[in-house]
Structures are given as C-alpha cells and as structure tokens.
C-alpha cells in the first residue's frame, strides 16, 4: 500500500479517450443501482465516455441499443431503488467462443476497452476469460474484415475490473458483498415480525433463508435474531443432531420463553451430504417435541426491497475505487475485483478469489467441512465460534468456576445494539464460569448500589430490542469515587465493562486516576464504544451509528419522495453527532446529498453561496430535488434555520425550499443486523480479554485481583483493518476533548466522494488505493468489523 504520507490525488489520472462499460451480471443485489451511479459519474469526471450495457452479458453479446451511453442525469434518483436498473440476464451464448466474438466486436464498435463488472464469481471468471482471449478475437475479427489492423492496435487490451455483488456474501477476498446487508435487513425484518405472533401462540417458528452453497446469511440472521438453532453448508450437525435439537428447544421452553426460531440455510446438508429441508426439521420437532410448528420460506423477499445505508455506501466507494483501477491499469496489470478488508477498499487479482472461492466448495464436496470454514475468511470463522458461545449453554455443573465477579454497565446516551452487546457480555461471562452483575442507570445507578446478579436466562430476546435495557445515564464517576469504590468492595467486583460513548471514555480515564487512592478501582476494565455519534476515540466504528445511519438513509429517501411530481425542491436535513460529522457525511454519502455541513471542515458564507448556485445550475437541468445535511453543531452562527432562510431566497425562482430536524428519531428503533453482530462479536470479545486478564493479575497469596497498569484499563475499538486493544491513557493525545471528538477521523476521506458524485470540483487523496494486493488465507489478526 501507499504510505500515508506520500500524497497522491486522482486529478493526475485522466479519463480522456477511455471509454468504460458498465454491466450487471447473475443474479440481483440491493445496492447494485449505488454501484453503477458511481461508476457512471466518477467515469464522467475524470472525462471518460460510460457505457451501459443493458441486460448483463446477453446485452454485449446482442449489441444495439443494449450498449447505450450514460450521462450524468441517467443515474440520477437511482441510489436507493434496489436491484438493477439496467437489467441482468444470464446468458448461454456468452459462454461460446462465438458468443464472445460478438460481444468483442460490439464493444469495439464504440471504442470501448475498460469493462466494470458487478456479479458474482461466475460473471466475474466469464470476463476474466474474455479478457484473455481478447487478442485473438481481434484476430478472428480482422480476418473476417469486420475490423482494420488500425483497430487491434489502438484497443489492443481489455482492462477489466470487478465488484462482487452477491446477496449470498460467498465470495472469498472481501469481508462483505454488495447487497449482503440489505438482505440481512430483509430477514431480521421478517424474524422480528414472526417473534411477536410467536410469542403469542407459543410457537417454533424454521425459517428458510437463501444461501445455496453458503450458510453466511443463515449464520449471521441466527446470531443477530438469538435463533436457537441454525443449519449451514459448512457446518453440517454430527450424526443425533436431532436428539440434540429438541433437547435444545425442550430446555429453552422450560426457561420460560415462549418461542422457538430455526433458521435453515437453502443449502443445509447433514455429515452424510443428505439436504435438510424446512419441511423434515418441522416434522421432527412435531413428533418429539409436540411443539405447535411453522416453516416460513423467505425466498425473493431477501433480493428485493431498498438498499441499506452499508450496502449504498460500500457500492459508492467500490465504484469510485473501479474507476480508479481502469485509470491505472496497464496491459500487464491483471483483472482485479475491489474488495472490502475491515474498513478500507482494496484491490485484489479476481482469479485468485476466485480459485479460492472455488476452493470451499471442493473442501465441502470432500467432506474437509473445518477447511471450508477456514477458506471462507475469519470473519465468518468469528460468526460461527460466537453463535456457539452464545447459543449453546453448557450445563453449570460443566461450567468453569473462576469465583470472578464482573459488572456491565451502559453509559452515556443510548444506542441501539447495546442490549445486543450486555446479552453476549452476560452469556460470554457465565461460560467463562464468572459471575456476571448488571448495572442499571450507569455510573449513577452504580454509586447508588443499582447492582444485581444477571443470569443466562434473563438476558433472552435482548438482541432486537432498541434503547438500553439496563438504563443509562451520562453520569461521570469523578465525584462519587468514594461511594462507587464501596460498592465494588460490597459486591466483590473484579472486573468491569463499559458499554457506552464519550462519557464511556471520560469515565474510563476518571476510574483509572482514581487507581492511586482507591484500590478498588485496580481491576481489569475495558470500554466498548457504543455512540450513534461515533465520536468515541480509538474506534472507527461504535455500536449504534450504522442503526442511525439507516434512520437517517430512510428518512431523507421519503422525504425526498415527498417531493416528487411537484415543483423543484430542495430539502435541509439537520442529523445529530454533536461536533462529531460522521452522520451527516457518511449519512450525505448514503442518501445521495448535494452538501454536508460539519464542524471538522470550516465553511463561510462564500461555501454557502457557491453550493447554492451550483444547486441552482443542476436545478435548470432535469435534477428536481436538492438534499442538504448540516451537523448540529457544525457552526454556532450558520444555524440549520439560517442556512434554510438563505437557500430560500437564493433559490427564489428557481427551487423552494423546506427543512427537517431528525432528532431522536436517529436513536431510537431497532438495532440493524450491523449492530446486533457488531455488539454482539466486539462484546464477547472484550469479554475473553477480561478473562484473559483476571487470570494475569490475580495474587494467589493475597487472594484477590490487583491490576494496575495501563495496559489494564482499555477501550475494544475497530482500527482499519483490526480490532484493537488500547490503553485509554494512550489515547489522551489523540483526543479533542473540548468538542469530544478524536483528533483524526477516518471518514473525512470519504467526504470527496460525496462531493464527486454530486458534480463538485474538489481533491480526492488515493494515497491508499493503487497497489494490487494478494488474497491471504489469514487476514490480519482480529480483522473483523462485517457483521
């Protein structure tokens, strides 16, 4: 990769004489409509001719009106509509040599050499085949007198690039597919829905999802929904599987809970290659059980329906990130797919994901179901190992006894998912053999002896639910040290996680200054960020902004529908965040804005007045609606009402304007399937630290824990590519602690997408694209961050 440090910006790449085509391949995916807008506009930026190609590879190989040149107001309103618009067919012809042939010759009709293509594995070795065989279809054609020799010098390379979009997330090489998110969204909507009429009636509810040869949305519904049993390609149960089940559900009926969920991937199969359907698993629990029975077979439902914020944003980034690659190629660089590594886009060879991906299927046709597993990264590793931390409970008379008290508390203001990480702390805890303690109202409740033992059972059905069950509070610990230390000693606390934002942190530090006078307070403890601002520092990610980024997605959507069929509009949205311009950035990038205004880039009245008329020039085309975000705090005299007055009368004539303060809206809800794993997989993690650490700082002699270095007291966050463990007194430097923000911020990187795709001039830093990279078995240590 490039360092940091050696700056290079795209306006050295120029697009002039290049002509790309884009196309989409197999099956459908959510968020497919992001990718192609990217690819047209950054193509048409950069001063390339982008071609569509309708119909996938049947629209190359046919030609005509098939292959039909974008503009820039082609791909307008397309962002949150899902599948694709410019169709997708699966084409036979395409797949002979003569099928080829035409395809080649319909390409060169219009100069075209720079292939985009967004599919699957499949399409993907179809255009790296294509692409090899590119030089002797010039031949063939030459000879046949449909093209001169002039021609096969001046195209004589196929560059080809691809993006992965497959809602099946089967594709090794990259941590998440375009459109996998939006088809989690899909099932966790419907298993939500069917736990309230479950509950109801006391009913076991087996669920189909698709996933054919790939258990990865089966695996990750099961954990974001609690299910009690899930069924994958790649795992399948030993031989008394069913015994094991019923058991299972029989066990949970008798904790008192009065449902059942089985999620059953398409592909299922037991250890002797036999498929398990819905059906058989239905009839078993019948039969033994006597359990009343459904089976639900969610089938297109998962393709269909609006892109997620995650799906919206990945695709605008693989876009831009595909055009970028075919401004760089060369004749010896190789077809390449874009990639999703933790938070950073990368470049990898196509033809070794997919040999790799090719690779777990031959392992599970060989029975090598552990190898298969491997292959298919470490982030669906951490799925399936936390699903069976989390859903298997061991009897307690075979649980570990650490006589280890630790305590969970929610701090700051509340964000969705945090139910989702207490429940997999809880359950973690008690496998771990600790006995676990909930807080209730944070740092307050805790100083006022709110403090209570929690079971497994009673953290049930948490996974879904919005707020903060246990209670939170912003309450710092600074000035009631003595009567927190009190408590720690009355109820033998070893051990402490903190589940919560910025006073999350600022408690952190307070505790660990306190270590000196209070000797309670030497005791293992970590942080978890959970912050729909996501301003906490040390994390990229925190739990609860991707819930307050899709509030956001879906709010600006209908109000932008609002305005359609009407006259020219143009609508300011103020988010929250504080200081902190996650939200209204990334948010802006999701919903397709024109602006964003935050606090960590300064703007004056010049700014204003320069984005109002270029709204209004965009405005006399056939654009009709405008969308503007503005932080809440991104400056004190630029208020959302100024800002709103200001456009109204600069527009005059042109476009009216209407405004809309989100609110709380933006932390309420639902946690998304993002969150539910994200607290989920961080929580347990942060968890097996703890343990890791008691067992390092207990004093046999004295019998008691004592820790007290800084390496003791840390926060759990998501850096790049990582999950990282780092001391917070670390961290002070990085922190802006006036405004509450860390001093760098990864997604400002993300704010010149924003502006390219809405038709700004502005700089955009590729010091970390360019180098193709080599798909690895092992990916860095803990990389992690794709729920």
């Given at each position: ?652 004539g042109v476009f009216d304007c209407r405004k809309n303060v989100l609110g709380h809206m933006q932390q309420g809800g639902a946690p998304s399937p993002f969150d539910r794993n994200f607290g989920t997989k961080i929580s347990a993690k942060a968890m097996q630290w703890l343990s890791k650490k008691l067992k390092e700082t207990f004093r046999q ?43 760098e911020q990864w997604w400002l990187k993300l704010r010149p997408l924003m502006k390219i795709l809405a038709k700004y001039k502005t700089s955009y830093d590729v010091s970390d694209s360019g180098q193709l990279e080599h798909v690895v078995r092992i990916r860095p240590k803990d990389s992690d961050v794709s729920a």
């Amino acid at each position: 990769m490039a360092q940091p440090d050696t700056k290079r910006f795209f306006e050295n790449l120029t697009g002039a004489g290049k002509s790309i085509a884009v196309l989409t391949s197999g099956g459908d995916a959510q968020g497919m409509n992001a990718a192609v807008r990217a690819v047209v506009r950054m193509g048409i930026y950069v001063g390339a001719k982008v071609y569509f190609i309708h119909e996938g590879y049947q629209g190359m190989v046919d030609g005509g009106d098939n292959i039909e040149e974008a503009s820039w107001e082609s791909v307008s309103s397309m962002l949150q509509v899902g599948g694709t618009v410019i169709g997708s067919a699966r084409c036979k012809e395409f797949r002979t040599h003569e099928g080829r042939l035409k395809a080649a010759h319909n390409l060169l009709q219009r100069g075209i050499t720079n292939l985009c293509v967004i599919g699957g594995d499949g399409s993907l070795t179809g255009a790296n085949l294509f692409r090899e065989e590119w030089s002797g279809l010039l031949g063939e054609l030459v000879q046949q007198g449909l093209i001169d020799e002039d021609a096969v010098q001046k195209y004589s390379a196929l560059h080809i690039v691809g993006m992965v979009g497959s809602i099946d997330n089967d594709f090794c090489g990259t941590d998440m597919t375009i459109g996998t998110d939006s088809a989690l969204h899909r099932i966790i909507e419907v298993v939500d829905a069917i736990m309230t009429t479950a509950q109801s009636h006391q009913r076991t509810f087996v669920l189909e999802v698709m996933g054919r040869h790939c258990g990865y949305l089966a695996l990750v519904s099961a954990l974001a929904c609690g299910a009690d049993w899930v069924l994958i390609p790649e795992m399948p149960p030993a031989d008394g599987w069913e015994d094991k089940m019923c058991q299972k559900l029989s066990a949970n009926r008798a904790g008192m809970k009065r449902l059942n969920i089985i999620i059953v991937a398409e592909g299922a199969i037991d250890c002797n290659n036999k498929p398990i359907t819905t059906d058989h698993v239905k009839n078993l629990v019948v039969r033994c059980l006597g359990f009343d029975t459904r089976v639900t077979i969610l089938g297109h439902v998962q393709r269909g329906g609006t892109p997620s914020a995650f799906d919206r944003i990945l695709a605008s980034r693989m876009g831009v990130e595909a055009v970028l690659a075919l401004l760089e190629t060369t004749a010896n660089t190789p077809a390449c797919v874009v990639s999703l590594c933790g938070n950073q886009s990368v470049r990898l060879p196509l033809m070794e994901c997919v040999q790799m991906t090719q690779e777990v299927q031959k392992a599970m046709d060989e029975k090598k179901f552990e190898e298969a597993v491997k292959l298919r990264g470490r982030s669906f590793e951490n799925n399936l190992r936390t699903y069976k931390l989390l859903a298997h409970r061991e009897l307690e008379s075979e649980l570990p006894q650490s006589n280890f008290n630790v305590a969970v508390l929610n701090v700051g203001a509340p964000a969705a998912g945090m139910n989702a990480a207490v429940r997999s702390a809880v359950r973690v805890g008690i496998s771990e053999g600790h006995k676990m303690f909930a807080v209730n109202d944070g740092f307050e409740g805790f100083y006022k002896g709110q403090i209570k033992e929690i079971k497994w059972a009673d953290v049930g059905g948490w996974t879904g639910q919005g707020g903060s069950l246990l209670g939170t509070k912003r309450t710092l610990p600074a000035k009631h040290l003595e009567k927190l230390a009190e408590q720690m000693r009355i109820n033998n606390i070893n051990a402490l996680l903190v589940i919560g934002g910025f006073e999350a942190y600022l408690g952190l530090l307070e505790l660990l200054s306190a270590r000196g006078k209070y000797d309670e307070f030497c005791v293992p403890m970590v942080m978890v960020p959970a912050t729909v601002s996501n301003n906490v520092t040390g994390s990229d990610l925190s739990i609860g902004a991707d819930t307050a980024l899709n509030a956001i997605t879906d709010t600006c959507d209908r109000i932008k529908q609002s305005a359609s069929g009407t006259k020219r509009r143009v609508f300011i949205i103020e988010t929250m965040g504080g200081y902190c311009g996650y939200l209204a950035s990334v948010g802006g990038l999701a919903a397709g804005a024109d602006a964003a205004y935050i606090y960590e880039e300064p703007f004056d009245i010049k700014d204003l007045q320069s984005n109002v008329e270029h709204l209004t020039e965009k405005m006399k085309t056939s654009i009709q609606r405008g969308l503007i975000l503005r932080n809440e705090n991104s400056n004190e005299n630029y208020t959302t009402d100024f800002i709103y007055q200001l456009y109204s009368e600069e527009g005059r004539g042109v476009f009216d304007c209407r405004k809309n303060v989100l609110g709380h809206m933006q932390q309420g809800g639902a946690p998304s399937p993002f969150d539910r794993n994200f607290g989920t997989k961080i929580s347990a993690k942060a968890m097996q630290w703890l343990s890791k650490k008691l067992k390092e700082t207990f004093r046999q002699d004295e019998g008691r824990v004592f820790a007290n270095t800084e390496d003791s007291c840390c926060l759990l966050g998501m850096r790049r590519r990582a999950m990282v463990f780092q001391p917070v007194v670390q961290l002070r430097d990085e922190t802006d602690f006036v405004h509450r923000i860390p001093k760098e911020q990864w997604w400002l990187k993300l704010r010149p997408l924003m502006k390219i795709l809405a038709k700004y001039k502005t700089s955009y830093d590729v010091s970390d694209s360019g180098q193709l990279e080599h798909v690895v078995r092992i990916r860095p240590k803990d990389s992690d961050v794709s729920a």
